[in-house]
C-alpha cells in the first residue's frame, strides 16, 4: 500500500521570502507518522525531464493532502499549486506565519481557502502545528470520517443550535476591544450568519465563509465565534460591523485601521464634543468619557500622530 503523499506548498525564493526552515519543519512533521505518510517537497524530489511548473503541478496531482505556508508574499507558482489542489478535490491544511504586514495578494488567499488556517510564529511552531493537524486528518480518515471534520458544514450546524437555544456566544475579534462582547445567534443561512446585540437590538451579518472556527465552552463561559475578519464599531450610528480585514498582530492598542485627516477638518460634526489624543494616552481619556472616533469605514481618524476621540452626550 502506497504511503499517503502530502505535498507542501510554499514560497522556494529566498530572495522573496526566506520560508526554507518552515519547509524543513513541515517534511519532518510529515515524516513523523512514517511510513503512513511521506511529504512531497521538491528540494528533495529527484531530478525531473519536465518543465518546472508541470513538475510542481503533476506534484499536486498525485498527492493526497495539500499543506500550504503563507508568509508575508505569495508568488504565482505557489497560487497555481493551491488552485491545483482546490481544482483536484485535495483537502488543504493551511498555515500562516505571523508577520508585521502580509501583501493583499497573500491576504486573499487566506480569507478565500474557506478553511481554518492556523497561525505559527516560528519552525519549531509550526512542526508541532502540523503534526497535531496531519494526525487529526488522518485519524478522521481511519474513522471514516472524510473532510468532514475539517469543512464549514460542522461549523454552521454548531451555530444553528446556539441560535435553536437562543444562546449567546462570544464574537472575536472586535474593534475597539470591548469587554461586552457577546451576541446572540439569531439565524444560520447558507450564506450569511445573523447574530444579534440584545443591548441596542442591532442585527448583523457575517458571510458564513467567514466563520473561521466556532470554540465550545463550559458554563458559565460562552462559545467563541472566531472570524476571518473583524467586528467593527461604527461610531455614528452606534453600530457593530462586519468588515473583512483582520485586525493587524502590532496593534498593541486595539485601534484597528486608520486614515489622515486635516486636524481643523476632521469630517465630524462640530456638534459632537472631540478633541485629539496621543494613542498612549487614550486609556486615560476613556475615563473621562472618551472614545475614538470610528468613521462609517471603519477606520478611525489621524492626525500628525494624534487619534481623534469624542465623548458621548450625558
Known sequence: MEPYRVFISSIMNRSI?????????AR????????ITTPWAVEVEPA??????????????????FVLIVGQFLTKPVKDEYDTARDHGRPVLVFAKTVVSRERD??????????KYDAFTNATELREKVRRALGNH??????????????????????????????????????????????????VASELVTFEKLSNQQTLTVPAQRIEDVLGAAPPELPTVLLNGRLQWITVPQVWKFFPEKPQPNDTLGLGFGKERPRNDPGVSAHVRSCWSLPANIAARRTEGYAVFYDEDGRYIGSAGQVLLVKAPN
Request: hydrophobic letters at 40%.
Open 17 to 25: 521570502e526566506d520560508l526554507l526552515a518552515e519547509r524543513e519543519a
Open 28 to 35: 519532518s512533521a510529515v515524516e513523523h507518522y512514517a511510513p
Open 48 to 65: 525531473s525531464t519536465k518543465p518546472l511548473l508541470d513538475f510542481y503541478i503533476d506534484g499536486v496531482k498525485s498527492s493526497d493532502l
Open 106 to 115: 497573500a491576504e486573499q488567499l487566506l480569507r478565500s481557502a474557506n478553511v
Open 138 to 187: 488522518v485519524l478522521a480518515l481511519i474513522r471514516g470520517d472524510g473532510e468532514e471534520l475539517f469543512g464549514p458544514g460542522d461549523r454552521l450546524a454548531q451555530l444553528r443550535a446556539y441560535a435553536q437555544g437562543y444562546k449567546m456566544v462570544r464574537i472575536l475579534p472586535l474593534v475597539p476591544t470591548c469587554q461586552y462582547d457577546s451576541f446572540r445567534v439569531k439565524e
